[in-house]
């Protein structure tokens, strides 16, 4: 009999197969954390001994951590795939950003505009995303084939049925469907089965001491000039690591000793805090994670 | 560490704990019952007591607690689990949420369905993956319609176990009378249904009586938790004693060298060197390699994602189903079926549908709507449409034969789904009873003369010329000065009217979407049938739905449906009103009246569209030889 982990794992994999063989132009999206190390991995398995069917499309903010973008190069590299990156050049010379602009208009210009940008410019009709039901009340809620109108909106109240494993892959033209693979997840799963297949991820998830800046009661990483110190405040160097990866200044970190993947499941066990209290995007307005998915974030 | 590396192994002592983690079960479950039941309550307690809820989550619970919450300024468990900001708004449940928690021994995918009657379909989304059901039931109220229905889904969905918590025993000052009558009563519906094995539990989701511990308030109770349920009830994998069932997903061929036959392994095992079946095509082979998600195996269970590779270069594609060789799957294109309807445009028999099984698709039709369920009283009630959320048994028509088994015997080659050819909506969700063999045994006869014949001897080349539009368009004065022309140059035609095969064929139908989807279906095959005969077949019907006038197109062959769009704009359609029809919709005389309070879909891509505004009758007549000559 199968185990949990390896329920879900076939699980993920069937899900992939299926948008394999029903969409025209699917893609994977790739985020770089540990939840697209997990997909992209099962994904391989998924296909093997082919390689991977879809290309990969990573939306880079041009705010990541520095690690982050080292991590995904190497990692393409490595494998050879057929990565996608997409800026919101429009944005960019706006000048949008964190700093500068809030958590709340950098991420709808830089991350879901410049996610429909892509999706619309190479005309994507499923696109695979990484994101749990565990994470966020809202994802709770979600469909693994979650539909999305031409104009990339979800509907949460008028959701397709979705019955037993018989997933609705069907779209109209300019329509797509946004899937995830590891919807039934959760976050210890995650790195229960990141140690048993040995998966690479970023070194920002194990503890270390980086230079940090207390901001609105966040731990944020001072990962480049561009984060303003205020008149005489210089980054305290601090052990820590993070539970989440995003955008680095809209990123909490927590304090942490946890440098090993069963140091850091052992301290998920004790932890009281959810994995996305770190992140500003989540908080930034009333049912927030959910009025940015129906704008099209994922 | 390096970057991109991965972190240093375990020590040994940690590996002990991760691998008893690993080999936890796993266990869907889902909660049901009537809307303020405490479904969500329940959730969120079981979330909090399994020491799931973190802090943020909690404080952000207890801050919309006093706004949105029903405990004043209590901290409301629901909110924890009502996801939605509609849902938290009106407190109430609109979509399932899958929860996970865990116990010491157990992993816990938890489903928590909505109670209202108009999201039932949500709910059988829930209850369609789930093993176990908890059926909740207010200890006030005692048994609802909808604890009926739910049951009655949770029944046809196949879930054996169930428990039912009889929930806010504290408000009935946790008395066993009321329970114990509670619990005959639904003891005696659910024997009904057929549900063999109900544990049930006074608990109360507020304070957590019986949930986790059982406490001081029912000394009358002796049973288990219902944690203590959870955590011995049967496991997924254990029941299935059916034989070998992989659907084929996708063909992996990377190269010529290999190829291999995705898919997940739905039921039994397979293992390398047996025998293999493989529907529909029924060839044979013997399983050559098997690769799971981490390698060759000698041997693969059920739910496992696997590639096979099979010793013989046999043609196998997706949807086509691989077996035991000794029990291979039914085999049929018509079967009999519950059906539950999930889509507010009412089921239409004969209307052709999307039909999605495990992993092969066909068009399918309910051609015979046996009985509708009323699922309060389990009684069987005449039907001719199934609306949202009913429940009908029905006989089901599919353009070819498909590979499935009996509901019953395989939850997962016995299920499929509706969906609509035009929306893609998803809008019915069936379970099979048994194949129906009826066709098989009318064996199609091969005459000596047939269409091509024909078509010679009259010297043309037969085709359905299908006029569509409005009331009043000018269908039938086109269609009228149409046939004439085509019968000055010596063609053999035939014209159907609406209005005129009303008065024989159809006569026994009305103006209801279903009898106009019947209609359509009739006229589609007469026309099939002149077709086959040499004619020119020129139909001139309202024909208002896509669906239908694309049933029409698929009976006939590829170049032989001429679809054209008499387009008459509806004010000057009802400005015309030649029988005065409009003018007795309008008052409200006449129901169903397209254009008015019935639906017309205008073709997408006609073959031809004549706008009435610039063509007379006559131009339109020539408009169509000249595109009938052009197809000759």
Redesign the interface.
């Known amino acids: 009999m199968l185990n949990h982990l390896d329920r879900l794992e076939s699980e993920s994999i069937h899900i992939m197969r299926e948008v394999a063989a029903e969409f025209r132009n699917p893609v994977m999206l790739y985020s770089i954390g540990k939840d697209s190390s997990v997909m992209l991995h099962l994904a391989f398995k998924a296909f093997a001994p082919g390689s991977l069917p879809l290309p990969l499309l990573h939306v880079d903010t041009t705010w990541k951590f520095r690690d982050m973008i080292r991590f995904r190069d190497e990692t393409a590299a490595r494998h050879g795939i057929n990565l996608i990156v997409h800026v919101n050049r429009d944005g960019l010379e706006r000048g949008v950003g964190p700093v500068t602009h809030g958590s709340r208009v950098h991420t709808e210009v830089m991350k879901t505009e410049a996610l429909k940008q892509a999706l619309d410019m190479h005309g994507f009709d499923a696109v695979l995303g990484g994101a749990r039901r565990d994470e966020e009340k809202s994802r709770a809620k979600e469909r693994v084939f979650s539909f999305r109108s031409s104009t990339h909106r979800w509907d949460p109240k008028s959701q397709r049925p979705e019955l037993w494993n018989l997933y609705n892959t069907r779209v109209s033209p300019g329509e797509s469907v946004r899937v995830f693979p590891l919807s039934n997840w959760t976050e210890l799963d995650v790195w229960q089965y990141i140690e048993r297949e040995d998966i690479p991820v970023v070194p920002l998830y194990f503890a270390a001491v980086r230079p940090t800046v207390e901001r609105g009661g966040l731990l944020v990483m001072v990962d480049d000039e561009r984060l303003p110190l205020e008149p005489g405040e210089t980054p305290r160097e601090m052990l820590v690591r993070f539970r989440t990866l995003g955008c680095y200044p809209l990123t909490g970190a927590v304090p942490s000793s946890a440098a090993t993947i069963p140091e850091v499941m052992a301290e998920l066990r004790q932890s009281r805090a959810s994995e996305r209290e770190g992140r500003v995007i989540d908080h930034d307005q009333l049912g927030s994670m959910e009025k940015k998915k129906q704008e099209g974030y994922f | 560490?390096?970057?991109?590396?991965?972190?240093?192994t375990?020590?040994k002592e940690?590996d002990a704990v991760?691998s008893t983690?690993?080999?936890?079960?796993?266990v869907r479950f889902i909660i049901c019952g009537s809307v303020d039941d405490g479904k969500s309550t329940l959730l969120g307690r079981l979330l909090h007591d399994s020491r799931t809820v973190?802090?943020?989550?909690l404080s952000a619970a207890q801050a919309e607690s006093p706004t949105y919450g029903t405990r004043g300024d209590a901290v409301d468990l629901a909110l924890?689990?009502?996801?939605?900001?509609?849902e938290?708004e009106q407190g109430i449940t609109?979509?399932?949420?899958?929860?996970?928690f865990e116990t010491d021994s157990r992993?816990f995918?938890a489903i928590d369905a909505p109670g209202h009657e108009q999201y039932t379909?949500?709910m059988?989304?829930g209850a369609?993956?789930a093993e176990l059901a908890i059926v909740l039931i207010d200890a006030r109220k005692g048994l609802l319609t909808q604890t009926r229905r739910h049951s009655y889904i949770v029944s046809l969905m196949g879930i054996r176990q169930v428990v039912l918590a009889v929930n806010k025993m504290d408000l009935v000052g946790y008395d066993r009378s009321v329970f114990r009558s509670i619990v005959a009563a639904y003891k005696a519906f659910a024997n009904e249904l057929g549900i063999e094995s109900v544990t049930a539990i006074p608990l109360s989701a507020l304070t957590g009586v019986n949930v986790f511990e059982s406490g001081e308030d029912t000394p009358w109770y002796l049973g288990p938790t219902l944690m203590e349920v959870l955590d011995t009830c049967k496991?997924p994998?254990?029941e299935v004693a059916g034989g070998f069932r992989l659907p084929v997903?996708?063909v992996?061929?990377?190269n010529s060298e290999?190829r291999?036959l995705?898919?997940?392994v739905v039921s039994g095992s397979v293992e390398r060197g047996m025998t293999v079946a493989v529907s529909p095509s029924g060839s044979r082979s013997t399983v050559d390699r098997i690769?799971g998600?981490?390698g060759d195996l000698d041997q693969a269970?059920?739910?496992?994602?696997i590639?096979l590779v099979l010793a013989d270069e046999i043609d196998i594609s997706?949807g086509d189903m691989i077996s035991d060789n000794g029990q291979p799957p039914a085999l049929a294109d018509q079967f009999a079926a519950h059906l539950i309807w999930?889509d507010t445009d009412a089921m239409l028999p004969e209307r052709p549908y999307?039909a999605?099984?495990?992993s092969a698709s066909a068009v399918a039709q309910i051609t015979d709507l046996t009985h509708r369920i009323d699922m309060d009283t389990l009684g069987r009630l005449a039907a001719k449409t199934l609306q949202l959320n009913e429940v009908g048994y029905c006989k089901i028509s599919l353009d070819r034969p498909v590979p499935f088994d009996a509901y019953a015997m395989n939850?997962?080659t016995g299920?499929?789904?509706l969906?609509d050819r035009f929306t893609?909506?998803?809008v019915g969700?069936g379970v099979i009873s048994f194949a129906l063999r009826r066709a098989t045994n009318i064996v199609w006869q091969k005459m000596k003369v047939d269409k091509a014949e024909r078509a010679r001897v009259n010297q043309q080349k037969p085709c359905v010329l299908w006029m569509t539009g409005l009331s009043g368009a000018g269908k039938s004065t086109i269609a009228d000065r149409l046939e004439q022309k085509l019968q000055a140059m010596g063609k053999r035609t035939y014209l159907l009217d609406g209005d005129n095969v009303r008065h024989g064929l159809n006569r026994d139908l009305g103006f209801t979407d279903r009898d106009r989807v019947e209609n359509i279906r009739r006229v589609a095959e007469v026309a099939k049938l002149m077709v086959d005969a040499g004619l020119i077949v020129v139909v001139s019907f309202i024909s208002p739905f896509r669906s239908e006038r694309s049933m029409a197109r698929a009976l006939l062959q590829e170049g032989e449906f001429v679809e054209i769009f008499v387009d008459t704009p509806l004010e000057i359609c009802e400005a015309r009103d030649p029988k005065g029809l409009y003018a007795k919709a309008r008052s409200g005389e006449l129901a169903n009246f397209t254009g008015i309070d019935s639906p017309y879909e205008p073709p997408q891509s006609p073959e031809l569209r004549i706008d009435t505004t610039e063509l007379s009758a006559d131009e339109a007549a020539v408009a169509v030889v000249r595109l009938l000559l052009s197809l000759e």
Do not use: C
């Open positions: 560490m390096p970057a991109g590396g991965s972190a240093p375990a020590s940690i991760l983690e690993n080999e936890k079960g796993h973190f802090e943020d989550q924890l689990v009502d996801g939605l900001q509609a938290r609109i979509d399932v949420a899958h929860r996970y992993r995918i379909r949500n059988v989304t369609s993956t496991l994998g254990n997903q996708w992996n061929r990377p290999f291999g995705s898919g997940t690769l998600p981490s269970v059920e739910g496992q994602a590639t997706r999930l999307l999605r099984f495990a939850r997962r299920a499929f789904v969906i893609n909506a998803t969700a």
